[in-house]
């Protein structure tokens, strides 16, 4: 009952006061028990005289006891604040019904909390009350507006109460939100729900939003995906009302902890991790004394300060920790607590290693000769060190389980089998490193056919294809592209430490494919790749287009070697910038964003005993599912929330963590003003009310005049009575 009235009158509660308007009649009766009746002489001829006008003045009297009861009455409902709109819209006679299509915006600067309740608390209050005030035979659809919109209910119902109790169990994911995606399943359900009850009238879509740039900003929409979405609003426009109800007030503020990096692709227990984390201040004051926290497995181990100005990231906050144990680690920044707390956390899974495993597959005697001395320069002795190289044969691909390596040089293996290359496929899929070095044994069409990925479910396992090979009697040097690659970017700052006088004789030319995500790190100074990198699966290829040794040669009668660029000084820092690169795939492979898939390998679980996954907080335990494009490892989608997702293989002690993020564009809590939108939308001005300064929200369906009007009409009746009792009183005198 009390929420039917919430969607009639602003002020409910003060109806309160209604009986109010009965103390007129009752102080009149009361004063009629006051008197006692006493029979005398001289009062006879009085009430004799007074009967022949008793009529007249009862209906006199009750006159100012109506006129005195109405003031009161209407004053109770004037500060109530009746709105027009749902009672125009319930009790309006000969209307048709209303088709209402509810979208809430789900973006997690939703929840910015600026008192006690939250932006999205807010939305779906109004949300309520737009339900409550509706007229009997109205129907709903319901959506929730995310990254991907989400149809909450997609046939329309009659049934008020059950799409308040859907609206209620609305939680927002901790993602952004999809404009026009949403209104293109706004659309859908328009027609759908036209075809189905013809009888409905004129459709109307309520957007309930903070309006948030990130999501409303027409600069983060491509200009197709910007012509489309003022298209289909031109449509729904023609057929219905796109109506928009804003949340919430301009000038937030907001503190958000962006990014949380490890300095190295790799952890060991061997040396300490460093640490980079950074902050940025989405307000208009500078931020002083903020307290940065380092936390290690749900421990606190670290704090510093640091000032944020206004509008600008911090300078990077730079810790340093050294983990006891191998094992996966989880490492969480702490900022201090604002009005929107989801982003003032930031999480980062690190499988730490006693150290790592390289293996080298060689295709000639002495091709890895050369990358050995380079990854581990005292590999023949009996010392300790971060990198644990191993050479092995050809043969070794499919004997070996690769996945106890962190990364795998190939120095000029000749071909692949179709079960090699699958091995390598999965490789690459469960987060390793593939690094490919050519040479005079290779043979270009076997990597084309069996690693290229040119047919359809074939494996993709190298970022380029083999062309033929290029020779010169002159050699050609390194381009290093303006060190604008990782790869190369230790270079920039002392070009003339040997990089560019490396010399190579004869390479492979690796020709790019079309629509590829693979970069080029490294040039010959002749314009073709020297070297080509892509992500692949969660891991990373690389491919170096010419020898790793001075065994492969140009022919056999001069013997001269493709290249001498294993002999020259700038040879192991590239093979360790390489093995770097290629390892960082790992680390990725742990850590998401909300929204993004997780997943692993199956390993030895039999299906029916899948692995289950632990969610952040409270959010309970859900399993996993078989990935559809590989049946050998697992699944799961539905990281709504971010914090440390912890999966559990049955049979296995061991535990891998997970680390999911929210994407802080959506931190940006700058609104975009109601006359910037797209024509077509329909606007009540803002919904709510933020008092910043008192610190109270005040929320509201937009609010009709007719309490002014009642306030006039008593402000009448309050001088209309006292005339009338002046009057009736001058004449009783």
Excluded at 177 to 188: D, G, I, K, M, Q
Excluded at 575 to 584: E, F, H, M
Excluded at 621 to 650: K, N
């Amino acid at each position: 009952m009390l929420t039917w009235l919430a969607g009639l009158f602003a002020s409910p509660w003060m109806l309160a006061w209604l009986p109010l308007a009965a103390a007129p009649v009752l102080i009149h009766l009361w004063n009629r028990r006051k008197y006692r009746q006493v029979t005398w002489a001289a009062m006879e001829y009085l009430l004799a005289a007074m009967a022949r006008s008793s009529r007249r003045m009862r209906i006199e009297q009750w006159l100012l006891l109506a006129v005195r009861t109405l003031a009161l009455l209407l004053a109770v409902l004037a500060i109530s604040q009746p709105l027009l709109r749902p009672l125009a819209g319930r009790f309006a006679p000969g209307a048709a019904p209303v088709h209402h299509v509810l979208v809430l915006d789900g973006s997690y600067s939703m929840t910015y909390k600026p008192a006690d309740k939250s932006l999205f608390d807010a939305a779906r209050q109004q949300a309520r009350e737009l339900v409550d005030a509706a007229r009997e035979g109205d129907a709903f659809t319901l959506v929730l507006m995310c990254d991907a919109p989400r149809v909450i209910i997609g046939h329309a119902s009659f049934d008020r109460a059950a799409v308040v109790r859907e609206i209620d169990a609305l939680a927002p994911p901790e993602a952004g939100a999809n404009v026009p995606a949403s209104l293109e399943a706004a659309e859908r359900l328009v027609r759908e729900t036209q075809q189905q009850y013809p009888q409905l009238g004129r459709p109307q879509i309520h957007y309930f939003t903070d309006l948030g740039r990130n999501s409303w900003g027409a600069d983060t929409r491509t200009p197709q995906v910007d012509r489309e979405f003022r298209q289909r609003l031109a449509r729904l426009d023609e057929i219905g009302a796109v109506e928009m109800l804003p949340i919430g007030a301009a000038g937030a503020e907001n503190l958000a902890v962006i990014s949380l990096t490890a300095a190295d692709p790799y952890a060991t227990i061997a040396q300490p991790v460093a640490l980079q984390t950074v902050l940025r201040n989405f307000g208009r004051q500078k931020l002083t004394a903020q307290k940065v926290e380092l936390w290690v497995n749900g421990q606190r181990n670290a704090q510093q300060t640091v000032d944020v100005p206004a509008g600008e990231a911090s300078a990077p906050v730079n810790f340093s920790y050294r983990f006891p144990t191998p094992g996966d680690h989880i490492v969480e920044i702490r900022a201090p607590g604002d009005a929107l707390i989801v982003d003032n956390r930031r999480f980062l899974s690190l499988p730490v290693k006693e150290h790592l495993r390289v293996l080298c597959i060689s295709g000639q005697r002495g091709s890895t000769r050369y990358v050995m001395t380079s990854l581990d320069p005292d590999y023949n002795r009996e010392s300790f060190s971060i990198l644990q190289p191993q050479v092995a044969a050809e043969s070794a691909l499919q004997e070996l389980d690769l996945k106890q390596f962190e990364c795998v040089f190939l120095c000029n293996v000749g071909q692949f089998t179709s079960s090699e290359a699958r091995v390598l496929e999965g490789y690459l899929k469960s987060g390793g490193g593939l690094v490919f070095f050519l040479g005079d044994q290779v043979v270009a069409e076997s990597y084309n056919r069996e690693l290229g990925g040119q047919t359809p479910g074939s494996p993709h396992v190298i970022p380029a294809l083999l062309g033929s090979t290029v020779t010169r009697e002159k050699y050609f040097f390194f381009d290093p592209l303006g060190y604008r690659h990782p790869l190369t970017e230790m270079w920039r700052a002392n070009p003339l430490s040997g990089l560019l006088t490396a010399p190579v004789a004869k390479y492979f030319k690796l020709n790019v494919p079309k629509d590829s995500r693979a970069q080029m790190a490294l040039a010959f100074n002749s314009g073709d790749p020297a070297i080509v990198e892509e992500q692949l699966y969660r891991g990373r290829s690389i491919l170096v287009a010419t020898a790793p040794s001075t065994s492969s040669v140009i022919d056999a009668q001069s013997k001269q070697a493709w290249t001498l660029f294993p002999t020259s000084p700038s040879f192991p820092p590239v093979v360790q910038a390489l093995w770097r690169l290629a390892v960082g795939g790992q680390i990725q492979h742990r850590n998401a964003d909300v929204g993004q898939p997780l997943g692993g390998a199956l390993g030895t679980v039999r299906t029916g005993s899948g692995p289950t996954v632990a969610l952040p907080g409270s959010h309970g335990t859900q399993p996993t599912t078989a990935d559809p494009a590989d049946p050998g490892r697992w699944s799961f989608a539905d990281t709504d929330h971010s914090g440390v997702y912890t999966v559990e293989l049955p049979g296995r002690r061991e535990k891998q963590k997970f680390a999911v993020n929210v994407d802080t564009r959506e931190s940006d809590l700058t609104r975009v003003h109601e006359a910037d939108l797209p024509r077509g939308f329909t606007s009540h001005g803002s919904a709510q009310r933020a008092d910043e300064a008192a610190g109270t929200i005040t929320i509201g369906p937009p609010r009709g005049g007719l309490h002014r009007t009642l306030l006039c009409i008593v402000l009448g009746l309050l001088i209309f009575e006292s005339g009338l009792a002046w009057w009736l009183g001058s004449r009783a005198g």
